[in-house]
Structures are given as C-alpha cells and as structure tokens.
C-alpha cells in the first residue's frame, strides 16, 4: 500500500511538472499564421513565461525548427521526431506540415527574447551580462520577462540594473503618472546613457506632461553629479594606478642615478627582463605545474628580482664600474647595452609581443559609486607598489648595506678611509636597482602584452620623476611619481594623451630650470 501512494504521488509531480512545462495552445497558434504583429507579440508573451519550455520554442524558431501543422498546431521537428510545446511531449510527425517562416523582423524579436531570457540562467556571470545587454536598448515589451526576473534575482547588483531597465522602459508608457514615477526611479541611476533619453523628453514633442518635464530634469541633475563625481573618482584612481607603475619604474633608477650618478639607459632593459622572467614563469607553470597554474606570478617575484639583478651586477663588473665620474661615456655605454639586449631578447622569444595572463585572482574588478570599476589587477599593482617602497626604505635606513650605501653616497673618499668596500658596495647597490627593476617588470607584465620595446616606453618618464623627485631622495620619488600620474590623467581629457605628455614635460624642464635641486634637496657633503 505505501509503495502503491509513493507511486501515485510520483505520478502526480510528473504531470504537475509537465502541466508547467506545457505552453497554451492558443498562445502558440499565431506563430503559425500570417500576421507579423501578431507573431511578435507572441514572441513577447512566450518569453515572458520564462521557462524552459519557453526558451525551446523561441530556440527552435531561431533555428528555423518549428512547423506548423494544417489545424494549426506548432511543432518543433528534429529529423523524424516531432515534439508539441503545447502538451509536452513527443508525437508522430503530422502530416502536411511545414516550416513556420521568419522573417527579419520576427528573427530580430526572437533574438531579443532568447538574449532577455539569459536573465533567468543559473550563472551570475551570464544574467549580469544580460541585463547590461538590454541596458543598450530595452523594448516596453521586455517588461513582464524583466518582472519576472527582478522576482526570482537575489543579486543586489542585478536587482539594481533590472529596476533601472523596468523603468527605462516605462518611460515611454501612455500614462503620465507612469512616466514620471519612472523618471523619480531613474533618479538614482549612474547610467550617463540615460542622460540623452532624458534630454529627448525635454525637447520640443517629446514630453507634453509638465510635471514629468521638471521630474526628468531634477533627474538628470542626479545623474550628471553623481556621473561627475564617478569620473573624478575614476581619474584619481587611474592617476595613482599609472604614477604606481611610474614608481616601480623609477624605483630602481633613482638608487642607481640618484645614489651611484650612473645614467642608465639601459634600465628600461631590466624592466623588460623582469617581464620576460614572469612569461617564463608562467609557461613553466602552465606546461609542468597546471594544478598551480594561478600561483605563477608568485614565483615570478624572486625570480624576475634575481634575474634582473645579477643582470645589473654583470653590467656593473664588466662595464660600469671603469666609467664612474664619466656621465657622457655612461649614458653611450649603457644606451648600447639597451639596444643589445634587446636584439637578443628579439632573438631568443622573436619581435613578436608574447601574451602574459592574469591569474584568476587578479582578473575582475570591484564595482563602487554604483558604476566605477576598479580592476584587481591595478589594485594589486597599487599595494605591490607600497609594499616595494616600504622594503626599499627599509634597506636603505636599517641594514648595514643601507648605512654603507648612504655613507658612500654621501662621502665616497671618507667611506673608502674608514674601510668600506665601496667597489662592492658599488655592485651590490646596482643590482639592488637592477633587481627593483625587475620587479617593476612584472608589474608591467599584468597590465599589457610584453615585447621587446617594452622599456623604452618608461625610461624616458623614469628619469622625469627621479629629476622632479630630487636626486637621491626615495620620498621625492613616490610623490613625483603619483603626482605625474594624477596630473596626467587629468590632463588627457582635456589635452589628448600626446599633448598631456608635451604639458608635463614643459613643466619639469621650467620647474627644473627654478629648482635644479628637484623636490627635496639632497643632504651631505657630495652636494657641495
């Protein structure tokens, strides 16, 4: 007996199932006619039921799949299969059917139905990106599918675009207090696409209703503050995540030109070895270890550092340590140590750039002020930044090469008296520069592709923020670095990317010219 009623109530969720799953036959049957209004607004109604039975059909029409039978019916046919959306389940083929034609207009329908059904799906990837879709252009008749969805959305971030989409839509409904009530609910959009629908209601027969006039344009008031204060923000954080890249750039350039005086044109090199490190890095991972596949860039840190640095000290050993006190002889000696090194990354990886991929946990980005977003990546890079700083201090200031360093900075002759190493000093200090660089090459490496010119886009602002910071000076550094970025966000609205560069470079040479000692001065005995 208890089998027998577990049976029975089986047998009842199968047909309620069924009874769900199963479309209206009436609802179905001007698919099969000739009235192409009729056909869209059926389109509409069938997708507003959002189920799977629904997205079957409006598939199937999409795939040139569903016939109609002479009484009326719909079918969708697979090969010799036939299957009624109306009873949901498979049937005989019927005689004298044939194919439910579509034309552009109702292809075009359907294609919108099937997109706005994509805010039912179980992935909260594809329901985002579905509802930005419609944000481009959202249809009054997509209201009862968005309804639907805005129901079953427990995503605060979704639930918010759905509502902003209910009420673009009703915009444009018949009624005037429906219009207005859609506008008040726009009001706490950061949408700026919203601003030109707004504007056409304002606009000689575009909006006859007084009341909703005044209501669209308090709205766009909202909208364009709060927008404004989305692009100062944006700038301000772009302006800290470029003058961050700047800064691990020139982090390295300011202890081997501002502590040792060697003008190093070949430190854009070490920036591109760093990032070519982090490639290597990611292919052994990738080829031997893909289990591990996102811990890649950790490795890459030491390694680019090492590789960098015993780059830099090679240099120092064979080159640089018989041109000290010889500017001109330096900068041509390391300029063509630049231009070898970059023929012979070009011959072992090609000219071709090489693709270095974020790890899962720095792709994305978080979302604030309702529209900005802030990618992980470029955050990653800010802390990355502040963390290298810190250590760089901390060598500097609190460890015995440290106090070597600044002794021999400041008094080479004395330092030399007392027994200081200063030629190893010398090469230690370099490959301590060399090895920032490096670092900053994997930083670099995050943010575009990476190729053999990669350097030679950051020497010559490497140099502007170690001459603008002040010789020697790690402070004058990180605020010459985050302040060209900001200013040169800030500028390139308003200028263009080249003429921001030009302003920005004009301004260094004239604040040069009044201030050859840059930002903070340096102090010692090597100044006089």
């Given at each position: 007996m208890r089998l027998f009623t577990s049976l029975l109530v089986f047998a009842c969720l199968c047909l309620s199932s069924m009874a769900q799953a199963a479309i209206p036959p009436e609802l179905l049957k001007p698919l099969a006619g000739d009235d192409s209004d009729a056909r869209v607004a059926t389109v509409t109604q069938i997708a507003a039921l959002a189920t799977p039975e629904a997205a079957k059909v409006l598939q199937a029409l999409q795939d040139d799949a569903l016939y109609a039978a002479p009484d009326g019916k719909v079918y969708i046919v697979e090969g010799e299969q036939a299957y009624d959306p109306a009873s949901g389940r498979n049937v005989p083929l019927p005689e004298g059917i044939d194919g439910v034609m579509v034309n552009n207009r109702l292809r075009s329908a359907v294609a919108g139905a099937l997109s706005g059904l994509q805010l039912l799906a179980p992935e909260r990837s594809a329901r985002l990106a579905a509802a930005q879709a419609l944000q481009k252009a959202v249809d009054p008749a997509q209201l009862p599918l968005i309804r639907a969805a805005l129901a079953r959305e427990s995503d605060a971030d979704i639930q918010q675009l759905l509502q902003v989409l209910i009420a673009s839509a009703n915009l444009h409904a018949p009624d005037a207090a429906t219009r207005k009530a859609a506008v008040q609910d726009l009001a706490g959009s950061s949408d700026a696409r919203l601003l030109p629908v707004l504007q056409a209601m304002l606009e000689q027969g575009g909006e006859p209703d007084e009341a909703v006039q005044l209501a669209a344009i308090e709205t766009m008031r909202q909208i364009k503050g709060r927008v404004a204060r989305m692009e100062l923000a944006g700038n301000v954080f772009y302006g800290i995540s470029?003058?961050?890249?700047?800064?691990?750039?020139?982090?390295?350039?300011?202890?081997?030109?501002?502590?040792?005086?060697?003008?190093?044109?070949?430190h854009g090199e070490l920036l591109m070895i760093g990032a070519y490190t982090t490639y290597l890095c990611q292919l052994f991972f990738r080829n031997y270890l893909p289990g591990l596949q996102d811990a890649y860039l950790l490795a890459a840190l030491p390694a680019a550092f090492f590789v960098a640095g015993l780059v830099g000290v090679m240099l120092e050993r064979t080159v640089i340590r018989w041109l000290y006190g010889r500017p001109l002889e330096t900068l041509l000696a390391t300029w063509g140590i630049?231009?070898?090194?970059?023929?012979?990354?070009?011959?072992?990886?090609?000219?071709?750039?090489?693709?270095?991929?974020?790890?899962?946990?720095?792709?994305?980005?978080?979302?604030?002020?309702?529209?900005?977003?802030?990618?992980?990546?470029?955050?990653?890079?800010?802390?990355?930044?502040?963390?290298?700083?810190?250590?760089?201090?901390?060598?500097?200031?609190?460890?015995?090469?440290?106090?070597?360093?600044?002794?021999?900075?400041?008094?080479?002759?004395?330092?030399?008296?007392?027994?200081?190493?200063?030629?190893?000093?010398?090469?230690?200090?370099?490959?301590?520069?060399?090895?920032?660089?490096?670092?900053?090459?994997?930083?670099?490496?995050?943010?575009?592709?990476?190729?053999?010119?990669?350097?030679?886009?950051?020497?010559?602002?490497?140099?502007?923020?170690?001459?603008?910071?002040?010789?020697?000076?790690?402070?004058?550094?990180?605020?010459?670095?985050l302040g060209l970025g900001e200013v040169n966000k800030f500028l390139e609205p308003v200028a263009g990317a080249v003429l921001a560069k030009i302003a920005i470079l004009i301004f260094i040479i004239i604040f040069i010219q009044r201030r050859p000692q840059g930002l903070f001065a340096m102090k010692g005995r090597s100044v006089e």
């Amino acid at each position: 007996m208890r089998l027998f009623t577990s049976l029975l109530v089986f047998a009842c969720l199968c047909l309620s199932s069924m009874a769900q799953a199963a479309i209206p036959p009436e609802l179905l049957k001007p698919l099969a006619g000739d009235d192409s209004d009729a056909r869209v607004a059926t389109v509409t109604q069938i997708a507003a039921l959002a189920t799977p039975e629904a997205a079957k059909v409006l598939q199937a029409l999409q795939d040139d799949a569903l016939y109609a039978a002479p009484d009326g019916k719909v079918y969708i046919v697979e090969g010799e299969q036939a299957y009624d959306p109306a009873s949901g389940r498979n049937v005989p083929l019927p005689e004298g059917i044939d194919g439910v034609m579509v034309n552009n207009r109702l292809r075009s329908a359907v294609a919108g139905a099937l997109s706005g059904l994509q805010l039912l799906a179980p992935e909260r990837s594809a329901r985002l990106a579905a509802a930005q879709a419609l944000q481009k252009a959202v249809d009054p008749a997509q209201l009862p599918l968005i309804r639907a969805a805005l129901a079953r959305e427990s995503d605060a971030d979704i639930q918010q675009l759905l509502q902003v989409l209910i009420a673009s839509a009703n915009l444009h409904a018949p009624d005037a207090a429906t219009r207005k009530a859609a506008v008040q609910d726009l009001a706490g959009s950061s949408d700026a696409r919203l601003l030109p629908v707004l504007q056409a209601m304002l606009e000689q027969g575009g909006e006859p209703d007084e009341a909703v006039q005044l209501a669209a344009i308090e709205t766009m008031r909202q909208i364009k503050g709060r927008v404004a204060r989305m692009e100062l923000a944006g700038n301000v954080f772009y302006g800290i995540s470029l003058g961050s890249v700047l800064l691990l750039a020139a982090l390295g350039l300011a202890i081997t030109f501002g502590l040792m005086g060697i003008i190093n044109m070949a430190h854009g090199e070490l920036l591109m070895i760093g990032a070519y490190t982090t490639y290597l890095c990611q292919l052994f991972f990738r080829n031997y270890l893909p289990g591990l596949q996102d811990a890649y860039l950790l490795a890459a840190l030491p390694a680019a550092f090492f590789v960098a640095g015993l780059v830099g000290v090679m240099l120092e050993r064979t080159v640089i340590r018989w041109l000290y006190g010889r500017p001109l002889e330096t900068l041509l000696a390391t300029w063509g140590i630049s231009l070898i090194l970059m023929q012979l990354v070009r011959t072992i990886f090609g000219a071709q750039n090489v693709e270095v991929a974020n790890p899962a946990w720095m792709s994305g980005g978080v979302t604030v002020l309702g529209g900005l977003v802030l990618p992980y990546n470029r955050l990653a890079i800010i802390g990355f930044a502040v963390i290298v700083v810190v250590a760089v201090w901390l060598i500097l200031n609190k460890t015995r090469l440290g106090l070597f360093v600044r002794a021999v900075t400041q008094n080479r002759r004395m330092a030399d008296c007392v027994g200081v190493a200063t030629g190893k000093v010398d090469m230690l200090t370099f490959g301590l520069g060399s090895g920032i660089a490096g670092l900053g090459g994997v930083a670099l490496s995050q943010l575009g592709n990476v190729g053999p010119d990669l350097g030679q886009s950051y020497i010559v602002d490497s140099f502007m923020v170690v001459v603008l910071g002040g010789v020697g000076q790690l402070a004058g550094t990180v605020i010459a670095a985050l302040g060209l970025g900001e200013v040169n966000k800030f500028l390139e609205p308003v200028a263009g990317a080249v003429l921001a560069k030009i302003a920005i470079l004009i301004f260094i040479i004239i604040f040069i010219q009044r201030r050859p000692q840059g930002l903070f001065a340096m102090k010692g005995r090597s100044v006089e």
